[in-house]
């Protein structure tokens, strides 16, 4: 069986992101699980390429602040995270990771 070529993978493929109005209904627990996964995500995704520079959104956990975007930060965001998603997950590309090819 041919193995398939690693497709690039980056936190922002990974992470969610909250807008203000939505972290301030988010429970406590809620907050720090959401951190926590957050945090697990960048690691694992360091163990994998070393050379992954820290995202701003683990800064911000790190240095305690909340971590969520403004409604502009999230439309650009928004815009971002759909191009970099056609880009990885074009229909051949789906096709060979389905085994449908």
């Known amino acids: 069986m041919a193995e398939l070529a690693p497709l690039p993978l980056t936190f922002e493929d990974v992470a969610i992101y909250f ?8 429970q406590t627990w809620q907050k720090m699980l959401y951190k926590h996964v957050m945090k697990t995500n960048y690691e ?7 050379d992954l520079s820290k995202p701003e959104l683990i800064l911000w956990i790190e240095h305690g602040r909340e971590p969520f975007k403004s409604w502009e ?24 990771l389905l085994g449908e090819y």
């Open 73 to 96: 930060e999230t439309q650009k965001l928004d815009s971002i995270m759909h191009s970099s998603a056609e880009a990885h997950f074009d229909p051949v590309t789906e096709q060979k």
């Open 19 to 26: 807008s203000e109005q939505e972290w301030q209904h988010l």
């Open 44 to 50: 694992t995704l360091v163990s994998l390429d070393g």
